[in-house]
Structure formats: C-alpha cells, structure tokens
C-alpha cells in the first residue's frame, strides 16, 4: 500500500502541534515534548525540502522566498550580530526556538499553497489536533465550574478572580488554543455539513475561556463575532451610506470593547490588567540602556519578567516585546511586514471565502498581540496555524483561486 505524500506531511504537522501543546502544559503527559518538537520539525523540514526537489527542481522567486529569507536574516542579525553578552544564552536559546518555527510555519505555507485542496486539509488536521489536545488535557486535569452567572462574574474580578488552568502551566495558554479551535472552526463550518458538532465543540472551548478568566481572549472572541456578523451584513447592503453606517457602528463597538472591562477609560484598563508597568518600567529601561535602536536582546517575552541585569517587569504586549528585544529596527521590519499582509489581503479579500475568513482573523490577532506576545511567537500554539493562513493568503500562490476550494466534497480532502 502506497502511502501519500500528504499523509506523510500532515501526520508530521498533527505530531509537531500536539508536542506544542504539551511544552505548555504544567506536568506533560509524555516526557520530553520539547525534545519530540525538534525531531518532528526537523523531519517535517526535511521531508518537505526533499519534496521541493522533487516537484520543482529549481528556485522560484516568489513574495513567500522573500519573506522567509527576509525573517531569517533578521534573526541572524539580532540573534547572531547584535547580541548582547549579558543576554547571550538567554538570546540563543530564543533564537533556536525562532529560526525553527519560521523555517516550518514557511515551508509548511508553501507546500500548501503548491495545491489547491490543501487548505482544507490544513485546517482540518490542526483544528482536530487542537481540539483532542485541548479537551484530553482539561478532562484529565479539570479545574473548572460550571455556572455561567459565576463564570461571568469571575471575569470581571479583577486581581480577586479565580483562574482554571486545565493543566496548562498559564490560563492565557489554555484560553489561546481554545480561542484558535474556534476560529478554526469557522473555516470548516464554511465546507462541512457537520455545523452542529462544530458548535457544540466551539461552546465548551467558549466555556474553558470563561474558566480560565482571559479577559484578552474573551475580548477577541466578541471581537472576532463581531467582524463576522459586520461581514455578513456588508455583503447584503448595497447603499454607500448604509456602508459606512454599518463601519462607523463596528468601529464604535470595537473601542467600547477595549473599555468594557474599566471604568476608568485606557488608564483604569492599563492598571486592572498590568500594563501601566511596561510604562513604568520597561520602556525607560530600554531608553536608558543605550540599545534603543537595537534592543536588550532577542529573548524570549517572559524572560523579561524580574530580568536580573536590568530590572524589568511583564511585556504582555507584542509590540513592546519586539521594540524590547529588537529595538526600533526590529519593530520597524515586524510592522512592515504586518501592513504588508494586512494591505495583501484586503487586496485578494474578495477572491474566496477562506480569504476573506483569514482577513477577519489577521485582525483579531493583531488585537490580540497587544494584550499577549500571540503574533508569530511559538510559545503561543495557535501562532503556527495563524501564521501559515497569513502566509498561504497573502504570500502565497492561492490568491487567484476562485470558490473552487469551498466547493470541492469535503469528504474527498483526506
């Protein structure tokens, strides 16, 4: 029996996102995850360079190859160049962890933009994952309740609010995997039949982000319905006016959402979540060092948490952990590359329905890195199946499909 390329790809891809997971859990259930992460990532890498050879035999330049050389180098720069000796180990193991994830987050983009039908495979084969992930793990480690009225009002508790882990070694990573499962979900429920098993899965992962009381992945769950429903509802009017009616009221419901969990406007939030002390103390701290333009170094985000060598605090904002490790020139080269996908997909944004879905994600992400470091960062899991959707839609060679890839059976995907 001959097995299929894919199969091989995608087996590699499912244990590669399951070991992920289990580095964030608290006690793994197998030992040395870590240690499987590497060995898949390197077989994946591998596999899917002996592939290239094979299908394309020669070099192809293309906006993909661009960036992933584009993000190497800016790695080597600050991870080999301008490193700082009183960082340097903390920096290498940093930059091992980023040289492998975006050597596989681009890879795996390119091998399935080299297919038409290999979209719905990738979704599905990482929504599954994340799903079996997340529910094995709460089920064996449930620290949960179940009243809604409790859970709600725990939310809004503030420093008093009690906070289910699921085994996770932090709430916010439970509550990210969870949040991913459902946006996931969403691209399938577009091609499948199946929508009420995909809802009854979406409302437990909803509960496990009520448990674990993560005022940011709540935030971008409401965030990302909304863009749904202003979606739906833009495509059924017609008039110019009512368009723009239908903007102003989505960007007013949006600033009421960065308000809703204060009563004290931007100040009382920075202060009920702990942002005011990446002001307090991070910022001046990097002014002060003489590494403004470059950075402390390139260190993982919770490094930063009571940094011995420069006293600094939590950098629970993606933005600031990039302009804290790379400097302004870093900050620079990441927001470029964000307008850049941003401008990419609005541009194809009416080419298909996977397109448009991967716009409204690309936004709730973006709000959700300035309350976590959850942009292309592999510590957060759900980083490596955004960042091949970001890549595969804005980089990719899929843009000029038409709604071939919602129409094909979904049964024939596998």
Not at 59 to 79: C, D, H, R
């Amino acid at each position: 029996m001959k097995i299929k390329t894919e199969t091989i790809a995608f087996s590699i891809w499912c244990v590669i996102l399951f070991s992920r997971i289990l580095i964030n859990q608290e006690i793994s259930m197998i030992s040395s995850p870590l240690k499987i992460y590497y060995i898949s990532s390197a077989l994946l890498i591998v596999f899917m360079f002996l592939q290239w050879i094979r299908e394309r035999k020669k070099l192809k330049n293309s906006t993909l190859l661009f960036w992933g050389v584009a993000f190497f180098l800016y790695i080597v720069l600050f991870g080999k160049v301008l490193v700082n000796n009183n960082l340097k180990e903390l920096t290498e193991f940093t930059f091992n962890a980023l040289l492998v994830f975006y050597m596989l987050v681009f890879v795996m983009a390119s091998y399935v933009c080299s297919h038409e039908h290999r979209e719905i495979v990738f979704v599905k084969i990482t929504f599954w994952t994340f799903t079996f992930g997340i529910i094995l793990s709460a089920v064996l480690n449930w620290d949960g309740t179940l009243g809604l009225s409790e859970l709600i009002s725990n939310i809004f508790g503030g420093y008093t609010r009690t906070r289910a882990t699921f085994g996770f070694y932090h709430a916010n990573a439970a509550a990210n995997i969870a949040l991913c499962v459902i946006i996931m979900s969403s691209y399938l429920i577009y091609i499948s039949k199946k929508r009420i098993l995909y809802i009854t899965i979406d409302m437990f992962m909803t509960y496990i982000i009520l448990a674990t009381a993560s005022r940011t992945a709540l935030s971008a769950l409401i965030l990302f319905g909304m863009l749904l429903a202003y979606n739906t509802f833009l495509n059924r009017v017609k008039s110019k006016n009512e368009k723009n009616i239908l903007t102003a009221v989505l960007i007013l419901a949006i600033l009421l959402l960065l308000l809703f969990s204060s009563e004290s406007g931007i100040e009382g939030l920075f202060k009920l979540s702990n942002r005011s002390y990446n002001f307090i103390y991070n910022i001046p701290v990097l002014v002060n060092s003489g590494r403004l333009w470059i950075g402390l170094g390139l260190i993982g985000s919770g490094e930063f948490y009571q940094l011995s060598q420069y006293n600094t605090f939590f950098v629970d904002n993606y933005f600031l952990y990039i302009l804290m490790s790379t400097g302004i020139i870093g900050l620079i080269f990441i927001v470029c590359f964000m307008i850049y996908i941003g401008k990419s997909l609005v541009k194809h944004v009416d080419r298909t329905k996977f397109g448009k879905l991967t716009l409204i994600v690309f936004c709730v992400n973006v709000f959700s890195s300035l309350g976590e470091t959850c942009f292309m960062y592999p510590a957060f899991t759900s980083c490596f199946a955004y960042t091949v959707l970001y890549l595969l839609y804005a980089c990719g060679k899929s843009q000029p499909r038409t709604e071939k890839i919602v129409e094909v059976k979904y049964e024939d995907c596998l």
